[in-house]
């Protein structure tokens, strides 16, 4: 996943709302989001390649998302960042616990950023240099380097949910994918992550397609003061949408 918008704890009918893109390849088989046969309790879409995912949530509120620092290096054999959510998902352990647990084993995986939590507090690693951060209420972005950094897609994305939210007492889905949906090229401040400029223009969009790679889905994730989930997922191939997903229950305490 290369994008993931959010406000935690600061709107009066949304205790946390999510806008996350994932950009993968197009022939890497996945599966879209699902309660999954063998945890039935977790809802997210499946890495059929490693069997992970990018971004999930439990029916008890254990919400877990990830994406890839970007780099140029090269990595090595690694462990599949997937796992990185399907092990929190599927553990009891506070999301603090959790993080200091993989702290010891953290670069036994490429590049990461993941945040892991509940709709009342989330918590962010990443294995690139910083230590482990309660994330603050308000709106966040994360993309391919670290939370909140001012690349232009985190730029606009996030000025663009700040605004709907506080425009509104409500959270409009099409709103929020509209915003996932935008593939406007930076102009400039572009990243440097080693990339060629030309690849890190076509990379700089919220939606990106390129070749064979490019944004393959776009979630919301709503979840309100009184704990009932929305979860709306569509999936791409070539800018084109082949499905959605719609989901709705209550977080079990």
Known sequence: MCLILFQKNQHPE????IGANRDEAYDRPTAPAHFWEEH???LAGRDLSKCGTWLGITKSGRIAAVTNIRSNEEQGEKKSRGDLIRNFLVQDTSPKSYLKA?????????????????PDELFYLNNDESPIVQVTDGVHGLSNHHLDTPWPKVV????????????????????????????????????????PEELERSLSPAFIDIGNYGTRSSTVLLVDHDDKVTFIERTFKNRRQIDESRFQFDIRR
Do not use: C, M, W
Not at 14 to 17: A, N, Q, S, T, W
Not at 107 to 117: D, I, M
Not at 168 to 193: G, M, R, S, W, Y
């Open 156 to 195: 606009n994305g996030t000025k663009g949910l700040n605004s709907h939210l506080d425009a509104t007492h409500q959270a409009d889905p099409e709103v929020i994918f509209e915003l996932l949906a935008n593939e406007d090229k930076a102009v400039e401040n572009l990243p440097a992550t080693g990339l």
């Open 102 to 118: 993989l702290e010891r084993d953290k670069h036994a995986y490429a590049g990461f950023n993941l945040l892991v939590g509940n």
């Open 14 to 17: 949304y205790k946390l709302v």
């Open 40 to 42: 039935p309790d977790i």
